[in-house]
């Protein structure tokens, strides 16, 4: 299973590098964008002749939903994978919640840096919405993202 998740990454990275120009869903950087499990977006800045492809890989939601109560709050992790005009792309993991491997505690956004195109930025994650109840659990999940210049 985790060569299968490798090569799809890959083939994803190629094609969001020779689609960059054809998607609808263009941002720019310092403001916050929502992407769907699986989706991805370009953000543009200066002139255009800069972007970052960026992709919500996989989402897994194991919060507490709110209408049940639970002895531990739980956390969603979010895989994105990323890349610049001159980079391959590189794989980020983020968590909110009480993410067990971070040992930060409850954490209501996550960041993390990358390197690209000899450029240092910050991706973070502020929300992954809905938050889950015992009916919404086979809704599409979104990363509510911002990605930052440093």
Not at 20 to 29: K, V
Not at 35 to 51: H, Q, S
Not at 107 to 112: F, H, L
Not at 115 to 134: F, K, M, R, S
């Amino acid at each position: 299973m985790g060569k299968v998740k490798l090569i799809l990454i890959l083939i994803l990275g190629m094609t969001m590098t020779q689609c960059a120009e054809d998607s609808p869903e263009t941002y720019t950087l310092d403001k916050p964008f929502e992407v769907p499990e699986a989706g991805f977006v370009t953000l543009t800045w200066g002139d255009a002749d800069k972007w970052i492809d960026l992709m919500v890989i996989d989402i897994n939601e194991s919060r507490c939903p709110s209408d049940v109560v639970c002895i531990r709050y739980g956390e969603a992790e979010v895989k994105i994978g990323i890349n610049g005009t001159q980079e391959v792309l590189q794989t980020l993991d983020l968590c909110l919640g009480d993410c067990p491997q971070s040992n930060k505690g409850f954490i209501e956004a996550d960041t993390a840096q990358v390197e690209l195109d000899g450029e240092n930025y910050a991706v973070i994650l502020t929300a992954v919405t809905p938050y889950p109840t015992t009916t919404n659990q086979s809704v599409t999940k979104k990363a509510v993202l911002k990605v930052i210049s440093e």
